[in-house]
């Protein structure tokens, strides 16, 4: 199980860009903690989700 924004999901094994795929996340729009790591974009693909990781995913929101 991963910890994701502090909810617990079946998602070890997978990698990070196939999780957010089956999200509502906007890729562009969010950034990805793992274990208190920033995850570069670049390596969402080749970042494969370990049971006990914690994820935090935060979305970005224009306004004014």
Same mark, same amino acid.
């Given at each position: 199980m991963v910890k994701i924004n502090g909810l617990f999901v079946d998602v070890a094994g997978k990698t &990070? *860009?196939?999780y957010l795929e089956t999200t509502t996340y906007h890729p562009q729009? !969010? *950034?990805?903690?793992?274990?208190?790591?920033i995850v570069p974009k670049a390596q969402?693909?080749?970042? !494969? &989700?370990?049971?006990?990781?914690? !994820?935090?995913v935060v979305s970005f929101v224009g306004g004014g």
């Open positions: &990070l *860009a196939e729009r !969010i *950034a990805v903690e793992r274990n208190g790591e969402y693909s080749n970042t !494969i &989700l370990q049971d006990n990781d914690v !994820i935090e």
